[in-house]
Structure formats: structure tokens, C-alpha cells
Nanobody, 126 residues
Framework: QVQLVESGGGSVQAGGSLRLSCEGS????????VGWFRQAPSQERVFLAV??????????VDSDSVKGRFTISRDNTRNTAYLQMNDLEPDDTAVYYC?????????????????WGQGTQVTVSS
């Protein structure tokens, strides 16, 4: 099984950018689809994006909340997935999690993922 560790969170002003990293260990990273979720205080964990095992295909949340601003990618040679976040807004403030799923098909529900990182805090000030 794979262990995941996120990094790259922090505090940024509105309009700024951050790149989150999700490093996997203990398993074959390329055997998993990787998704990113976020959870704001007192809210449910929300799906943002998923990338296939090869990194060739991606899917994003249907709403316009992150469209055009967030980009998911991965580098299997580094056992790492990324979430590039641009033009950040105060509403993006949340704990961000990466997760791994052995199944394909662009899983979007949290219960479809078997392995989770500990989360990294992102705070965007206006």
C-alpha cells in the first residue's frame, strides 16, 4: 500500500499561486489514480481533480470553482503528484488532501480512495 505526504501549503494573498505536492512511498505510485480534495472549516471534503495512472488524462470538479485556475499533474519518476493553484481566492482557504485509488475511471467520491495524506493548509487572505 502507498503512503502519501502533502506539502507546499501556506499563506498567500488573493491572486497569488501555490503548488501542492503529494509524494507517495511504500508502493508503486503509478498503480494509483491520484485525486485532490479540499475541506474548509465546518464543510465536507470536496473533490477537485483526478489524474490517471499514466498522467495522460485528467478530470476536474464540474463546478466553476477551480476551472482554469487549478491544474493537476504527476511525475511518476518522482512518485509525486501536483496541484498547481493560480489566481487564488479567499474561498480557496481549506485543508488540501491528496488521495490514491487503485481503481480507474476518474473516481470523484472520497470513499473511492483507499489512501490519504495528512493534508496541508492553504490560507488565502484578501
Amino acid at each position: 500500500q502507498v503512503q502519501l505526504v502533502e506539502s507546499g501549503g501556506g499563506s498567500v494573498q488573493a491572486g497569488g499561486s501555490l503548488r501542492l505536492s503529494c509524494e507517495g512511498s511504500g508502493g508503486t505510485f503509478s498503480d494509483y489514480e491520484v485525486g485532490w480534495f479540499r475541506q474548509a472549516p465546518s464543510q465536507e471534503r470536496v473533490f477537485l481533480a483526478v489524474i490517471t495512472m499514466s498522467g495522460k488524462f485528467t478530470k476536474y470538479v464540474d463546478s466553476d470553482s477551480v476551472k482554469g485556475r487549478f491544474t493537476i499533474s504527476r511525475d511518476n519518476t518522482r512518485n509525486t503528484a501536483y496541484l498547481q493553484m493560480n489566481d487564488l481566492e479567499p474561498d480557496d482557504t481549506a485543508v488540501y488532501y491528496c488521495a490514491a485509488a487503485r481503481r480507474g475511471g476518474f473516481p470523484r467520491r472520497a470513499d473511492e480512495y483507499s489512501f490519504w495524506g495528512q493534508g496541508t493548509q492553504v490560507t488565502v487572505s484578501s
